[in-house]
């Protein structure tokens, strides 16, 4: 059971920006970087922020991320079909001592 | 370009040990740059992170695997592995290797994943 904690779903319509949000603790998101992932079953997942709100070379600038607190948010502006995927926050627990992906949240571009 | 490849047995029976390695090629295991990662998926459900190992052999658990994992590295082979014991059709999933790049303190890279399959 995920200490992370996203919406299972999400939508929106083509060019529209959507958020998708992550809840977590002190222990995590309150005291460690979150990462964002985007996930095509039977593919390998695909890092799209790191350290909160960076991105790596060769990610759109559409894909943004921020931190308040103990929770995380992914905003993606422009929908395009192609960003029709799962997307998992992660960030590392101090009291578990390793690292805790969210439940995911499925994005339907409508 | 590194790339990662898992391989080891597709179907495993229950109460064995499921036994995965993963290769790396175009780049150095050994690198301080980065460690190594199990992550798995089961059907139908989320990410799940096993454990990590530094090139050092230093490694960290999942606390909910821990009394049944063993990660290891083989440097000299470039290779890495994972050795969990006691499986149940639950440890049934798609498992990842994967890059974490120091820097980032995130997964870059990831292997195309290998699908473990529990049952007698």
């Known amino acids: 059971q995920s200490v992370l904690t996203q919406p299972p779903s999400a939508s929106g319509t083509p060019g529209q920006r959507v958020t998708i949000s992550c809840s977590g603790s002190s222990t995590n998101i309150g005291s460690n970087s979150v990462k964002w992932y985007q996930y095509l079953p039977g593919t390998a997942p695909k890092l799209l922020i790191y350290s909160n709100h960076q991105r790596p070379s060769g990610v759109a600038d559409r894909f943004s991320g921020s931190t308040s607190g103990t929770s995380a948010s992914l905003a993606i502006s422009g929908l395009q079909s192609e960003d029709e995927a799962e997307y998992y926050c992660a960030a590392w627990d101090d009291s578990l001592d390793g690292e805790l992906f969210g439940g995911g949240t499925k994005l339907t571009v409508l | 370009q590194v790339q990662l490849q898992e391989s080891g047995p597709g179907l495993v029976k229950p109460s064995q040990t499921l036994s995965l390695t993963c290769t790396v090629s175009?780049?150095?295991?050994?690198?301080?740059?980065?460690?190594w990662n199990w992550v798995r998926q089961p059907a139908g459900k989320g990410l799940e992170w096993i454990g990590r190992i530094y090139p050092s052999g230093y490694t960290n658990y999942n606390p909910s695997l821990k009394s049944r994992l063993t990660i290891s590295i083989d440097t000299s082979k470039n290779q890495f592995s994972l050795n969990l014991n006691s499986v149940t059709a639950a440890d049934t999933a798609v498992y990842y290797c994967?890059?974490?790049?120091?820097?980032?303190?995130?997964?870059?890279?990831w292997g195309q994943g290998t699908m473990v399959t529990v049952s007698s």
């Open positions: 175009g780049g150095s295991i050994s690198s301080g740059l980065y460690y």
């Open positions: 994967a890059r974490t790049f120091r820097q980032y303190a995130a997964i870059d890279l």
